[in-house]
């Protein structure tokens, strides 16, 4: 059986907090699966920060960033994800 389309979501005005936060959900997450014997493919598990434009312009600027980690694995971060067959951008453009 495959599992797909999972999220995790997380929300604050504080990136670091927000990093803080996401790193403990995904260490729930896999410890989760592993005592329910079941993987996740880390290869294919991504990451998108959603904002506004503007604070996506002010992160480049600032050179922030999540640093989001799975296994001591770090996870994609991308613009746009696909989700359930629906394109999705960092600004829910669509």
């Known amino acids: 059986m495959y599992a797909d389309d999972t999220s995790l979501c997380q929300t ?7 990093e803080s936060a996401i790193n403990e959900d995904l260490e729930l997450l896999d410890n989760w699966l592993k005592g329910n014997k079941l993987s996740l493919n880390v290869a294919k598990t991504k990451s998108m920060l959603i904002c506004t434009k503007s604070r996506q312009k002010t ?11 799975i296994r001591d ?19 829910l453009s669509w």
């Open 59 to 69: 992160l480049n600027t600032n050179g922030d960033k999540l640093n989001l980690l």
């Open 73 to 91: 694995r770090d996870l994609e971060s991308v613009d746009v994800i696909k989700y359930l067959c629906v394109h999705v951008d960092y600004s």
């Open 12 to 18: 604050s005005n504080d990136i670091s907090k927000l």
